[in-house]
């Protein structure tokens, strides 16, 4: 009618991508959204028969997103457990699953009552639950929520985290977490960040609550439960260190453990001096007697296998800035995570006393040349490749050589400013490469040709 007030057209959305387009796990990550913040409320129940490793776990994940398109549905990454339901902003939402473990894709697609605006936030609960086990990698190595006899490991590099919630697991999503666990009285429970009050006891269970307030990657989140003895300590500009151990850990590891503990202080002021000021609220450990295989950056709170010594610790704390501050925006970038830590181990190593970082270095050509792994290009190390020697021995050489290349001022210029520049984010080696051309202004493409790419070793420095 005329003169009457025009009506707005409703908000037609699309669906946001299922995927985050990496090529080794396309599947990973989302499109559609960015997360925010994930606040996880767990009760865990430990396996009842320490030869049958299965545990119970329920979970309600409060997932807060930003809409980055006129949105109608989206997905979350989550393997298996069983999903109760899904409610957006209140509203009960409807939803569906894909388990596809030959393709490693596991989606849980939700539906709003109403597209969700570009721009606008908006909180997702899903109540989820089931069994808990020892899931693997693409390489048959234990990640994820691995159950123990007394509790559980937590370790999800690279996409793992969906063992446990739902998650838009994207390295380059990051958000700030909130932790509830609640175990059986007499066990600890240790997450990332800081602890929020004391743990609150009722009817034979214990609720441990820790916030994560530095945006975090999902890989690099964690819950770890068993039977653990907790220690403080305090680093460089009064840095709160809360170290977790394994009770059962003991002898000869508990003292290399313990001595080596002691020393976090001393090493994030010598990697302060290089790197520039420690990126988080606080830094620690959890050392547990059950073993993966390996150790883990998990932010904040590196998770240790058996026994933690100088050389792994510094290993994993040189993570928190490259890994965990600045994180790979593909996984094929991963040689910035773990040749950063390598070569830390160098310096930490050269500065204890120990092999200077050229011998280092030089130990690292012999072995390379041994194992022929110059004929693989570096930023291309195939998904079952990722945690390979060449990307840590080749990667930790390509620093060293990279630092004779531009020289000692540039070089730690160049790590500091690739540093700031992408603090709280993710990057690629394109962009690593664009920082040290900004420094030294000249170009570096045969450089990183020749340390990088696959063909004959380089001449050396």
């Known amino acids: 009618m005329p003169g009457a007030a025009a009506q707005a057209a409703p908000v037609e959305g699309t669906p946001g991508a299922a995927g ?24 865990y129940t430990p396996p009842a028969d320490a030869d049958v490793l299965r545990g119970r776990l329920r979970g309600v994940a409060t997932i807060t997103l930003r809409a980055t398109q006129d949105l109608s549905a989206f997905n979350l990454d989550l393997r298996g457990l069983r999903v109760r339901s899904v409610t957006v902003d209140g ?17 849980l697609t939700v539906r709003p009552a109403e597209v969700l605006a570009e721009g606008s936030t908006a909180t997702v609960v899903v109540e989820y639950g089931g069994e808990t086990g020892r899931p693997e990698d693409t390489t048959g190595a234990l990640y994820g929520f691995v159950t123990t006899a007394d509790g559980a490991i937590v370790v999800n590099e690279p996409e793992g985290a969906p063992t446990w919630y739902p998650v838009d697991d994207d390295p ?23 602890p929020v009050g004391d743990p609150v006891t009722r009817g034979g269970r214990t609720t441990w609550t820790w916030r994560a307030s530095d945006p975090m990657a999902s890989y690099l989140s964690t819950a770890s439960i068993g039977d653990f003895r907790l220690t403080r300590d305090t680093g460089p500009h009064g840095l709160p260190i809360i170290n977790a151990v394994d009770r059962d850990v003991r002898g000869e590891a508990l003292e290399t453990t313990r001595a080596a503990l002691a020393r976090q202080p001393e090493m994030i002021r010598f990697f302060e001096r290089r790197f520039g000021r420690y990126p988080f609220e606080a830094y620690g450990a ?11 950056e998990t932010q904040t709170r590196p998770v240790y296998s058996g ?16 890994g965990n501050a600045v994180s790979p925006a593909q996984w094929r970038h991963i040689w910035l995570n773990e040749g950063w830590a390598t070569y830390a181990e160098w310096l930490w190593a050269e500065h204890r006393g120990g092999p200077t970082a050229r011998e280092s270095f030089r130990s ?21 490749g990722l945690f390979s020697d060449q990307v840590y021995v080749r990667g930790g050489a390509a620093l060293y050589a990279l630092r004779r290349e531009v020289g000692r001022e540039a070089f730690w210029e160049g790590a500091r400013r690739w540093l700031a520049r992408y603090d709280g984010g993710a990057a690629t080696t394109a962009d690593f490469r664009q920082v040290y051309e900004e420094v030294t202004g000249r170009p570096l493409a045969g450089f990183f040709g020749d340390w990088l790419k696959d063909g004959e070793r380089p001449p050396l420095p």
């Open 20 to 43: 985050s387009g990496d090529p080794y796990f396309p599947y990973a990550g989302n499109g559609g959204y960015d997360a925010l913040q994930y606040d996880l409320d767990l009760r």
């Open 307 to 322: 026994v933690a010594d100088e050389s792994v610790i510094a290993h994993e704390l040189a993570h928190q800035w490259f």
């Open 364 to 384: 690292a050509v012999a072995f390379l040349d041994e194992k022929g792994l110059w004929e693989r290009d570096l930023t291309r190390p195939g998904r079952d």
């Open 91 to 107: 509203e009960p939402a409807r939803w569906s699953r894909v388990q596809d473990d030959e393709r490693r894709r596991w989606e």
């Open 286 to 296: 959890i050392v547990d007697d059950d073993s993966v295989g390996y150790a883990l």
């Open 172 to 194: 380059g999503d990051k958000a700030t977490y909130t932790f509830r666990i609640t175990v059986p009285e007499g066990k600890t429970a240790v997450a990332n960040g800081l």
